[in-house]
T-cell receptor
Framework: AQSVTQPDIHITVSEGASLELRCNYS??????LFWYVQSPGQGLQLLLK??????LVQGIKGFEAEFKRSQSSFNLRKPSVHWSDAAEYFC????????????FGKGTKLSVKP | GEEVAQTPKHLVRGEGQKAKLYCAPIKGHSYVFWYQQVLKNEFKFLISFQNENVFDETGMPKERFSAKCLPNSPCSLEIQATKLEDSAVYFC???????????FGDGTRLSIL
């Protein structure tokens, strides 16, 4: 069955520290992958996407993610976290040839310590 | 518009009442998706449209839920005879193509009392 796993429910990092949020997927078809961020009471904002090509993708707000097919992973990284990055982060997967609806992970809540 | 607009932001209904949610996709986007976000952040796909045509309704509950996207009108999601378990945040998203990135609205929080 298709699924997305975000193993970390809650992560706390200090401001200025580096960040890595994990995402693993299980999908039969060739996947395309997204990271979204959700602030309280807000919708989902697209951070970055991977469709094909270079497996290291750059996104907005200084985020990047690396697609590793052998590990079925698409981890999100940021070298230096800012207090404004505190939010909920969702990994999502779709597939070429699918109907387009996304499968979401359950999210990772990021807290940032001063 | 440049953003997906969902109304109302918050909707409160008594159990058994009807609830209707609206979504205006980004201008030029021909695909609309509805998702339900329940407790513990689980997103469930409900239905998608290509213009005014239902594209994929595999996630829609067979009873009580219906949706439309009519020309020159916001899309709508309607729930008849609401139940406590329908309490959730309902998100609408739009995209230029079914496999292109989806742009989300801010959601409608539905509370069933």
């Amino acid at each position: 069955a298709q699924s997305v796993t975000q193993p970390d429910i809650h992560i706390t990092v200090s401001e200025g520290a580096s960040l890595e949020l994990r995402c693993n997927y299980s999908y039969g078809a060739t996947p395309y992958l997204f990271w979204y961020v959700q602030s309280p009471g807000q919708g989902l904002q697209l951070l970055l996407k991977y469709f094909s090509g270079d497996t290291l993708v750059q996104g907005i707000k200084g985020f990047e993610a690396e697609f590793k097919r052998s590990q079925s992973s698409f981890n999100l990284r940021k070298p230096s976290v800012h207090w404004s990055d505190a939010a909920e982060y969702f990994c999502a997967v779709g597939a070429q040839g699918s109907q387009g609806n996304l499968i979401f992970g359950k999210g990772t809540k990021l807290s940032v310590k001063p | 518009g440049e953003e997906v607009a969902q109304t109302p932001k918050h909707l409160v209904r008594g159990e058994g009442q009807k609830a209707k949610l609206y979504c205006a996709p980004i201008k030029g986007h021909s695909y609309v998706f509805w998702y339900q976000q329940v407790l513990k952040n689980e997103f469930k796909f409900l239905i998608s449209f290509q213009n005014e045509n239902v594209f994929d309704e595999t996630g829609m509950p067979k009873e009580r839920f219906s949706a439309k996207c009519l020309p020159n009108s916001p899309c709508s999601l309607e729930i008849q005879a609401t139940k406590l378990e329908d309490s959730a945040v309902y998100f609408c998203a739009s995209s230029t193509h079914k496999n292109q990135p989806q742009h989300f609205g801010d959601g409608t929080r539905l509370s069933i009392l």
